[in-house]
Every structure is written in C-alpha cells, then in structure tokens.
C-alpha cells in the first residue's frame, strides 16, 4: 500500500527522531543508496590515478614503513608490550612500536576522518540538498562505511605485519569488529553533528580538522598511557578515544579481551550521541534547502 | 479563489476516498540576509529581533488532489509554481501548514534538477531507484526500457554535467515515467525537448494517466494543460487566485497577464500625454526604442469607437490606434507608421500615412499632430501587440528612410473569443462561400464530383482604411 508522507510546517516530533528504531529503519530502507555512495567515497579517492584501486592497499602501507623507520629505528622507541616482537629484549624490535602505533592510529583515523569530513559533505552538495529528493542522512553513514573499508585493509596490512615481525597473530583479532560497534558509533554521532552543523556554520571546516588534531594528541596513540603523569591520568581517561585506542590494541596486538564493563559503558554512550546527533541532522535538514 | 465542486469531486476510476495530494494553508517563506553574520545573529538572539526580510514565496495555498486527477499550475515567473512543486515534492519544507502526499512521488523539477550532475546517465537512474526504495535488481530489469526511451545513445555513460538540456530532460523523464509513480510531478522540463520527443512524453503521460496516475503539471503551454488538465490553479504573487477547470483557470491566467500589460501600456501612454508640457516624453513609453528623435512619438492609445481607452476588442469591431506626435526641431515630412503583432512576435498587418496617402504637414519646433488609425479587427483571439514608427521618407538608404523613432511594444490590446463567430486562423479574411445542390443526379459509379464548392475573396483589399 501507498506510504503516507507528511510535510509539515511543524518539525517532526522528537519522539520519533529519539527512536532507534526510526534510525535503523530509515538506514535499511536505504541500504542500496547507502552502499553505492559508499563505493563512490572509495572509488573517487583513486579515480583517475594509475595505479588505481591499489592505492587503497599502497598507502597504509607506505605511512607503516614511514612510521616504522621514524619510531622503531630513528627514534628506537619501544612500547613493551607485543610478545615476540624483542618487546622484553634490550634491543628492541623496529617494527614493535610501529605496530602498536598503527593499530590505535587506524582506529582513530576512522572517526578523525568521518569528523573531518563531516562540515563539507552536506554543505557542497546544494544538488542533492535542493534539487533532489534525498535521504540526506545516508551520506555521514557512507563515509563511515568507506572509512570502515580502509580501516579493513589497515588491520589486514597491520596482521600481516604482526605474523612477519612476530610470527604469531593475536587470537582475539575476532573481538575487533566488537570494539568498531562504540567507535563506529562515536564517528556517525560526530559526523551527523557536524555536517548538519557544517551547513548553517562555514567555519566548521576550519576548526574541525585542529579539533580532531588536538584529540590526536590528547589520546594515547603514539605514547602509552603510562607515560602520562598520575594527576593527568583521569583527564585521559576521560576521553572515550582512550579506552578505544587500547582496545583495539588489545584485541589486535596483545591477544586480550576488552574489558567488557568499558566496553558496555561506551557502547551505550555510543548509541545516545548517535541517537542525539541524528535527531538534531533531521530536524536541522529541514532549513539546508534553504542555506545551501 | 475557489474551487467547483463538481470539479473537486473525483474524477472516474480511484474508489479511495483519500486524496493523493492534500495541502492546507500551506506557505513558504524565504529569509532574505543582507550580510551573512545577520544569519548567525538570527540564530542567536532570534527570539528577541528579527535580522532578515522575509520573502513570502507562496501563501496559504489549499487543494485537494484525488488519485488519478491531473492538474496543472499557471502562473507567471516567480508566482510560485516551482516553489509549490518543490513542497509536494519533499526538497523543501513548508514554512506554514501541512502537505500529505499519499504514494510513490517521480518529481521532474526544474532544469538542472533531480540528478546528481558527477554521476553518469547511468549512475544516475540507479541514483534514481534507490531514493524511490526500488531494489537495484528491480531497476536492472527497467534500464533498457528507460535507456530506450531517453534515446541518448552512448551519453549514458558520461557524467550528466556534460549533456544538453534535451538530453537532460529525456533521460529525467524516461526515469521518472519508469519506475511506476503514483504521482508524477513535471515542472516545465517538455520545453526543452524537441517536438518529437514531447509528443513522445505527452503521450507516455496520456497512458499514465490512463493507468490512474495523479499528475501535477507546470507548463507554459496552455494547450499542455488544457489538454492533459482537468483541473488547474492559477498562482500570482505566491497567492491562490483561482482553482477550478483547466479552461477557465487558463484563460484567467491569460486575462490578468493581458490586463497588467494594457494597464501599462494605457498607463504609460496617459502618463505622456498627462506630463507632455514638462519635458520630451523620453522614458514615457517603455519597449524597445530607437531613432534620431528630430520628432519624438509621445503617446500611442488604443481607443475605442467613442475615443476611450480600451484593452479588449471582440470580433469585428474597429480598432483605433491614436499616435501624438511631438517636433523637437522643425520638420518637413515624417511619415508615421504601425504594426500589429501577435503573441509569437510575427507582425500581421501594419500601414503608414504616406502609404495611405494621409500626409503629415510640416510641423514646427514643439508643435504636435495626431495620428489616427482605424482597421476592422479580424484576428483571432489573443493577445497583441503594437509596434510604432516615424520615419523621414525618401532620405538615407534605399531603405526607404530615417527611423526618427521606433517603439516596439508601444501599446497593446487583446482580442476576446467569440463563440458565434470562430477564428481559425491567424486573421480572418472575408471569405464567401457558397453550396449548390446540381439538379439531376448521377449514377454513384461516376467519378465526378457530386458536389461543388466555389469559395472567392472579393474583399481582400477593404479591411484596412
């Protein structure tokens, strides 16, 4: 039967925007959409190069060699903590440090990257904001999904790093896509913010890239925690990016479990902020028409 | 300003009682910033003051559209068609009141629209499917279909930022009469089709109106409208005017177009005439105007039998056009002229005073002489222009003169259909035509014509003075 679509001059009542259920439907119904922008995110970022597709594969890859010479040989840093990797041995193993590096750095480039993009993604598409009928929604989701794909094959290049250096992988490696559910989450909660945001404020696009900089920093992804002063501990770990970085270690490199209360907490913090953004991104969509 | 009620009750075939399309006091209103940061300003101290203008695009429009209905929108540029289109479709949100769109909704908006012009052809109709929730393998089975249809060949496979606007507007609307729409909504994109390829659509429209498509229509072809319409609303100034039968609603629109034109022209003309003692009527009549201005042309009139200003004539009264013309140095011979035009720009008749040998005296620095014309109206319904000129015979070129002055548009008029007396034609002759019977009858074998038609123009020569 024939849906019944109302447009009102009065926005959509909170209620529904507040239900999960809302934002699960919305984001199946449009799952094809979703899937086809998400290839076109991918695909556009090599369109055109020589190499192609296999710059998705080229590029970790040659950031991991950059940071395994800079940490592990220039710097000799060594976190400690990767088994096998000469981590207890007085000559350290170069590529240990960068490898513990590169798991946190790519779990945090998922979000850093959805956040980054978030203020324009909305704001230079006036096409698909006044001149077509979109579901506007789905295009934070298709750059978390891109982003998830590069981060795939950034964990692959990460594990068979891991099996070279150390000759083992971590047997919790199946608990990652866990740990991706709260981070997934915390990107779209940014994304969704931040794009409807990015429509109304121009500015986003300026300040965003130097927030994500500052949270960089201010996460331990290429210190361990235990470096930071006692007093500056709980400011740390405050910061949700904190547990997530070193649970991705954890189920990546070290073979651990994440700690399953953490993990809980984030993961319901998680949902609100992504059920909080969307709700905002559906009820701000409403004036883009008449911004962009 | 209201709608007929045997109009609004359903047309044959929908059994829901339920409207596809139903709008009440629905408005748009656009916030016009003059700098940027008043945006920012408005978002924070909103509550308290107001930085922006408001723009009301559209006011309080109210309609019900049953399934299967067609209805067409008229109106100028900017009386908020496109707008009231963009509501139903869902790109933009009603400032005041409430739309409720009941079905799958194919829009075809305005040039430009509706595709994302990155994406090739191809890409796009996929585009296409998945915001209509069509799954991908339900379009793979419909792309021959609509790649037939658009006829665009390899273009298909280029991004749509390189097609024409033919080509846009093909694949738009293979796309959209596809995928099996409740409601179809075109704003105006047949126009940039070519003929055979609108005759294509209009007749793809015939069948899905057939089918119980509800279609709502923007066109500037009132025969579009009238022939796929059964009901239109005519829009001006963002307001509801009139809401009824297509007919009506486009010869209303017609009306007021014709009756803003004449109010400015007799407007202007009156104008001249009223401040002609102060200066030279330069910018009094407006159009397109040209000459060395030795004379200038002060006002152009068109009056009726008892010398009032009128807008409208009906068949076979007589049309009188009144030129006043001013010297501005002295001048020995001017030759003043007319042309009537019509809508589409062709000039159907005209004369001059030195071709009906009427001819100007020498005229003195500011003296002036009026100019008086008068022809039996024998056009056809619609509306018409008058182009006027002076010229100064026998100089310059073989050209046959110096323009002194010309205004394209000086005035205008409008003929009134007349259902006892038909034009078919762009102006009607007087034409004789007789019928006789012949007396004995023939075998029906015979080939020769039973009945004879002689038809003659004896007149042709009268109809101007």
Not at chain 1, 112 to 123: N, V
Not at chain 1, 214 to 230: C, D, G, Q, R, S
Request: proline share 6%; charged share 20%; glycine share 8%.
């Amino acid at each position: 039967m024939s849906e019944l679509v109302l447009r009102s001059s009065r926005p959509t009542p909170l209620r529904n925007l507040l239900s999960p259920v809302a934002l699960v439907a919305d984001l199946v119904r449009y799952g094809d959409l979703l899937k086809q922008f998400a290839r076109r995110e991918v695909e556009a970022r090599h369109k055109g190069t020589l190499l192609g597709a296999a710059w998705t594969v080229f590029n970790p890859l040659i950031q991991l060699l950059i940071y395994t010479f800079i940490f592990g040989v220039v710097f000799a840093m060594k976190w400690g903590r990767l088994e096998g990797a000469g981590a207890s041995d007085d000559a350290p193993n170069p590529g240990e440090f960068a490898l513990t590096f590169f798991a946190a750095y790519v779990a945090f480039t998922v979000f850093q990257e959805c956040a980054t993009k978030a203020p324009g993604l909305i704001a230079d598409r006036p096409n698909l904001v006044r001149k077509v009928v979109f579901p506007l929604e789905v295009l934070p989701v298709s750059v978390l999904l891109a982003q998830l794909f590069y981060a795939a094959i950034g964990v692959s290049l990460l594990l068979i790093a891991t099996f070279i250096t150390t000759g083992r992988i971590s047997p919790t490696v199946w608990l990652f896509p866990v740990v991706c559910i709260p981070l997934s989450m915390f990107a779209l909660a940014a994304a969704w913010l931040l794009s409807a945001l990015g429509v109304y404020i121009r500015d986003l696009k300026q300040v965003v890239p130097v927030l994500t900089q500052m949270l960089f920093f201010a996460t331990p992804i290429f210190y361990p925690i235990k470096n930071v002063p006692e007093q500056y501990r709980p400011v740390m770990e405050a910061n949700p990016f904190t547990s997530l970085v070193e649970m991705t270690r954890q189920t990546l490199l070290w073979g651990e479990a994440p700690n399953w209360r953490t993990w809980g907490m984030l993961t319901l913090g998680g949902a609100v902020a992504m059920q909080l953004a969307y709700a905002w991104f559906m009820r701000a969509r409403r004036g883009f028409a008449d911004v962009v | 300003m209201s709608s007929d009620p045997t109009l609004t009750a359903k047309p044959a075939g929908s059994s829901q009682g339920e409207p596809a399309i139903s709008l009440r006091n629905v408005g748009k209103c656009y916030h016009i910033y003059d700098k940027p940061r008043d945006r920012l300003k408005q978002a924070a101290l909103g509550k308290f003051r107001t930085f922006y203008r408001p723009f009301w695009a559209l006011h309080d429009i109210s309609m019900d559209i049953m399934p299967g209905e067609s209805v067409g929108i008229v109106g100028r540029n900017g009386s908020g068609k496109s707008t009231l289109l963009q509501l139903i479709a869902g790109t933009l949100t009603p400032t005041t009141g409430e739309i409720r769109v009941r079905g799958r909704v194919a829009a075809l908006l305005e040039l430009g629209s509706g595709f994302n012009p990155d994406f090739t052809g191809r890409e796009n109709v996929f585009l296409q499917g998945s915001i209509l929730g069509i799954p991908r393998r339900e379009m793979e089975r419909k792309f021959d279909a609509i790649a037939a249809f658009a006829d665009i060949g390899d273009f298909l496979d280029q991004p749509v930022k390189h097609y024409s606007s033919g080509m846009y507007a093909r694949l738009a609307f293979s796309v959209a009469v596809s995928v099996d729409p409740e409601i179809l909504i075109v704003d105006e994109i047949l126009a940039v089709g070519d003929m055979a390829f609108q005759q294509r659509c209009i007749a793809r429209m015939r069948a899905l109106l057939d089918s119980g498509v509800t279609l709502l229509l923007v066109s500037h072809s009132d025969d579009n409208v009238k022939s796929l319409c059964r009901r239109a609303l005519f829009l001006d100034g963002g307001r509801q005017q009139f809401l009824g039968s297509a007919e009506e609603a486009v010869d209303r629109y017609h009306h007021h177009v014709r009756e803003e034109a004449n109010r400015h022209a007799v407007a202007s003309g009156g104008a001249a005439v009223a401040a002609s003692e102060a200066a030279p009527a330069a910018d009094s009549l407006t159009g397109l105007r040209y000459g060395t201005a030795e004379a200038r042309i002060e006002s152009v009139r068109i009056l009726d039998d008892a010398g009032r200003p009128v807008k409208v004539y009906r068949f076979g009264e007589a049309i009188h056009i009144e030129m006043t013309i001013r010297a501005m140095q002295d001048v020995q011979c001017l030759d003043a002229h007319f042309a009537v035009r019509d809508s589409v720009g062709v000039d159907l008749f005209g004369t001059g005073t030195g071709d009906e040998r009427c001819p100007i005296p020498p005229l003195h620095a500011g003296q002036r002489a009026v100019v008086r014309f008068k022809a039996e109206n024998n056009l056809r319904p619609g509306s018409y222009g008058v182009t006027v000129t002076l010229t100064r015979p026998g100089e310059g070129a073989a050209a046959g003169g110096v323009t002194v002055d010309h205004i394209s548009g000086a005035a205008a008029f409008a003929v009134l259909a007349d259902a006892s007396r038909p034009v078919r034609y762009k102006i009607h002759q007087a034409v004789e035509a007789t019928c006789t019977l012949e007396a004995a009858p023939t075998p029906v074998t015979a080939p020769a014509p039973p009945i004879a038609t002689t038809a003659a123009a004896p007149t042709a020569a009268g109809t101007l003075p």
